[in-house]
């Protein structure tokens, strides 16, 4: 069975429009309702649905036909109505966790805060700081890896949520976690944030420049990947060493000397900027990445997809 859907375009009947779905939302006791059937949201309970006259007490309405009214265009996309109330559908429900992580409606910032880590490429030590849901890490002591923002070594996402409760170094870690895992999914051909199918391409700089940012190509990376979704543009871009960061033949060389290769911490991330990349003009791909350990050595070559396409030792 090789069907494919269709892309869901107009005059599809389990498409409804945009315009219509979101302003079912603006409205403070739509919200409200919302929110309420989300406090008694129980993942794994078969009971949690909300009787109409409770639902009416938690939002805190006053006119029964007015709330009512609300409710029922609710019930058109977001709620839904069981025998014994109203629960969220799965809509409501992904509306409500927009609104716990926080993306659409909170912009908090964090201003620079060393972290427990340092700098690969100069030994200086690291700090981070949390703008545009974004979690910057930037050396100290030199222009890191990429030129766009000063210092930078990376800069992963991190919904505002995942501030909460944590100080720097939980939030460098959660930003890692989060990001890596997002960006193995993106790698492996599905958009982490729709679902939809992913282009992926290794770039191969022409003329790069040996040590530091090269001119040519923005970057300290030869290859530099770069993932971006067909539907929804959720775009990444990473060095080249991501794509091989958790192949089992990277995984198994590490473990082999002693070394838990776990690719979304900050060691693998920094042990990654150490492999040696090289152009290759003949062969299966474009670019080779040689990691070395303890004298031994394992070798990768990628494709222009940055797909693993032949290993050796
Ligand atoms: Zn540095
Ligand atoms: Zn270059
Ligand atoms: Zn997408």
């Keep these: 069975m090789t069907a494919r859907m269709n892309d869901g375009g107009d005059g599809d009947a389990n498409t409804r429009p945009p315009d219509r779905v979101f302003a079912l939302l603006g409205n403070e006791t739509r919200i409200g309702i919302v929110r309420a059937l989300w406090e008694a949201y129980d993942p794994y309970a078969d009971d949690d649905a909300v009787p109409f006259s409770t639902l009416f007490e938690r939002v805190g309405a006053d006119d029964t036909g007015n709330f009512n009214y609300h409710l029922g265009r ?32 909170e912009t908090p910032a964090l201003a620079s805060t060393a972290v427990d880590a340092t700098c690969r490429r100069c030994g200086s030590p690291v700090e981070i700081t949390y703008e545009d849901a974004t979690t910057w890490a930037r050396c100290t002591g030199c222009e890191g890896y990429w030129p766009s ?51 992926a391409a290794l ?19 030869l290859g530099v990947l770069t ?8 775009a990444w871009r990473s060095p080249s060493y991501a794509a091989v960061s958790n192949h089992p033949a990277l995984v198994a ?31 299966p791909g474009p670019l080779r990445l040689t990691v070395t350990h303890d ?19």
């Design 203 to 221: 770039a191969v700089c022409d003329n790069h420049a040996p040590d530091g940012v090269c001119d040519a190509c923005g970057s300290s990376f």
């Design 74 to 105: 609710l019930t058109e996309h977001f709620v839904r109505r069981t025998g014994d109330g109203y629960e969220l559908a799965p809509p409501g429900l992904e509306v409500v966790r927009a609104i716990v992580a926080g993306t659409a409606t």
């Design 253 to 283: 060389f590490y473990y082999d000397h002693g070394v838990e290769h776990v690719p979304a911490t900050w060691a693998a991330i920094s042990r990654g900027l150490d492999w040696e990349e090289e152009r290759l003009a003949t062969g």
């Design 149 to 199: 923002r000063g210092g930078e070594i990376f800069g992963f996402s991190l919904p505002p949520q995942g501030l909460r409760e944590r100080d720097a170094d939980e939030i460098l870690r959660a930003t890692i976690v989060y990001s890596i895992r997002r960006f193995e999914t993106m790698s492996d051909g599905v958009c982490p944030a729709c679902g939809g199918t992913v282009d």
């Design 295 to 313: 004298g031994d050595r394992r070798r990768f070559v990628l494709d222009e997809t940055g797909t693993v396409v032949a290993v050796d030792d």
């Design 227 to 234: 993932f971006v979704c067909d539907s929804c543009k959720f």
